[in-house]
T-cell receptor, first 114, second 115 residues
């Protein structure tokens, strides 16, 4: 099946630094990608919808200046957590949609902010 | 707005026993329904989905689910579970899936299969 890859799978950073997470669709073009955040033992909370070549649509309560999303090509979307703080520590998961509507999830990226 | 409720946060079961994971949704319009499985520190894998047609949907790994519109439910079942089925299971709903829309997830159910 189609593969969506996230990088890095794990990242540890100091408070105040910025971290970039990449989401790539390896064998298909994804016009739409979604970014989710998952706290331990909890569900996935949609953060934003990313469309290639346009600005991301953020869910209510998500700070767009804090979580910068760039969907520069049909196979790559990036999430940058700016000026990260310990409360930003979480598991971030992306998903990418094929043209026919099938949706595939990445393996997730665990961010730990010290 | 749509919402999804998974009634059980944890379901312990013995190996080879049957299991049902419950999911109810709320929506004023027609929905598409999904079940995903998540193994520790991994992304989500689609088990099955209901888009239209037969209300009984068969998925991977021996799982099946039945869409019940009158009860707004989409419960997941497996007649005989294995140790390897131990994982977190998420029910999800979408109104605009066929237009590229987003999924809304339930809180998740942790299935623990014991020998």
């Amino acid at each position: 099946g189609a593969v969506v890859s996230q990088h890095p799978s794990r990242v540890i950073c100091k408070s105040g630094t910025s971290v970039k997470i990449e989401c790539r669709s390896l064998d298909f073009q994804a016009t739409t990608m979604f970014w989710y955040r998952q706290f331990p033992k909890q569900s996935l909370m949609l953060m934003a919808t990313s469309n290639e070549g346009s600005k991301a649509t953020y869910e209510q309560g998500v700070e767009k200046d804090k979580f910068l999303i760039n969907h520069a090509s049909l196979t790559l979307s990036t999430l940058t957590v700016t000026s990260a703080h310990p409360e930003d520590s979480s598991f971030y998961i992306c998903s990418a949609r094929m043209d026919r509507g099938e949706l595939f999830f990445g393996e997730g990226s665990r961010l730990t902010v010290l | 707005a749509q919402s999804v409720t998974q009634l059980d946060s944890q379901v312990p079961v013995f190996e080879e026993a049957p299991v049902e994971l419950r999911c109810n949704y709320s929506s004023s319009v027609s929905v598409y329904l999904f079940w995903y499985v998540q193994y520790p520190n991994q992304g989500l894998q689609l088990l099955l989905k209901y888009l239209s047609g037969s209300t009984l949907v068969k998925g991977i790994n021996g799982f099946e689910a039945e869409f019940n519109k009158s009860q707004t439910s989409f419960h997941l079942r497996k007649p005989s579970v294995h140790i390897s089925d131990t994982a977190e299971y998420f029910c999800a709903v979408s109104v605009t899936y066929n237009q590229g829309g987003k999924l809304i997830f339930g809180q998740g159910t942790e299935l623990s299969v014991k020998p």
